[in-house]
DNA sequence: AAAATACATATTGTCTACAGCTTACTCATG
DNA sequence: CATGAGTAAGCTGTAGACAATATGTATTTT
């Protein structure tokens, strides 16, 4: 067993990568470096180090003389998330089938394990954490320094998209979760066998069934939605 | 016209940059953090964030208290690379000619005049930095924020990849480049045309050429590489 | 009264100095 | 002569203080 003390910054890194990803802390929220600092008890060029290394890997956007924000997600983000995220996942995928070593297939069975531990106690940010941390680790397997950068881009986006359109009062939302668990037990048989095709096939499939859900909010059944209701709602600033 | 006056700290992570792109760098030397901000008239925190900066951009590799090291090329490298370069060529191309703006294809025209002067003028550096910034600019093109990070990755060791094998004794090799140049020309009549599909096969005709030419080294005709040389090839500390 | 400018405040950007870790060299010892 | 531990030098990591820039407010001028 190693101890492997994790320093202050490595600490603030993973709390903030957390944050945006929980949306705990939201998309176009700016940060203030003193706040932080204080915060996460290390001082301000360290932060400043941390925020630019989060800034290259999309979790922020920095600005110059106005400091750093939460990676903004505009109308377009939708969009372009639909493109890439079947080609990219499918890619993955088929590479991590092909490459992974046991190790990693241990990992990965372990992450499974916490991620169905999530499901039933019901929190919404483990669960989108587990699942994110699922898909890494298959990113991981892939091996591709290539396509990591753009897996890794879609996975933060993909866990905020799927915090915010969480429901968790809709039965069928339930079992369609449900269902993606599964899926995750098969992607770890088909890895393990080595199966190529069908992971990558799986991964589209697996797709398909996360953008149903996603689709499901963005494009409502007509009267579901009760419309003269909470004018406040959509408070926060750029949304069109 | 604006003047635009650039900071230190945006001049040195363009000149870093460039070094690392041209090889004037090497892959896996490690970075003097010192020296470095001496060099750049700058304190060593900035520097500091620069490498962060460029470590997230995959230009640089970071190790705790071992300092920066140039983004090393592995024997995976190639492997990895002629896997992912294809798929993400074909879609960010695709994208382009669907959604280039005028301003864009003017900038693009631009880079290619650029480009074509440097192939003229002989210098390799200047050549492959422009055949970059070409690619760069169809990125920017696409316009998707999932799929940039990938392409970027790309053309750091596409480029450092045209540096290594670049010859410029061989004659069949500069008929290729010629080559090369046309179909950028052809790219960008695609791409204005806003004809998606001819843009993708495009960017596929045009890696494989790449394809070709890096081939052409890696396996070469079998008696033109002296096999004994520089043992210590794996672990240089400080490139000079 | 409205608009523009100047000032005050807060936040970002940077520098110098110091602390901690890694490593290489030296010296002692088997 | 080889091997290991101890020590010193150099580099990375961090902190606190200072400088520069942006913003919001208040005052002045038209």
Known sequence: ????????????????????????????????????????????PPLR???????????????ENRGAQVAPMTHKTLRNFFVAAPMIYAATTRLAAEHATPAQIVRLKECQWTFRQAI???????RALGNE????IIGEMA??????????RLLIDHTRIGMTFYSPRKL???????????????????????????????????WELSRAQIESFVTP???????????????????S
Chains 1, 2 share one sequence.
């Open 221 to 239: 059944v007509s009267l579901h939605f009760p419309l003269g209701r909470a004018p406040g709602a959509e408070e926060q600033r750029g949304a």
């Open 1 to 44: 067993m190693e101890t492997e003390t994790r320093s202050k910054k490595t600490i603030c890194v993973e709390d903030l990568r957390r944050k945006v990803l929980t949306q705990d802390l939201e998309p176009g929220a700016y940060l203030d470096e003193t706040e932080l600092s204080e915060a996460y008890g290390i001082s301000r």
């Open 143 to 152: 091996d591709n320094e290539f396509l990591t950068p753009s897996l890794r």
């Open 172 to 206: 069928d939302l339930a079992n369609q979760r449900e269902l993606a668990a599964d899926q995750h037990d098969e992607f770890i048989a088909l890895i393990e066998a080595g199966n190529a095709d069908a992971a990558a096939d799986l991964a589209v499939a697996h």
């Open 120 to 126: 039933k106690s019901g929190d919404a940010a483990e």
């Open 49 to 63: 180090e941390v925020l630019r290394q989060l800034a290259g890997e999309g979790y922020v956007v920095l600005h």
């Open 133 to 136: 941390r699922f898909h890494s």
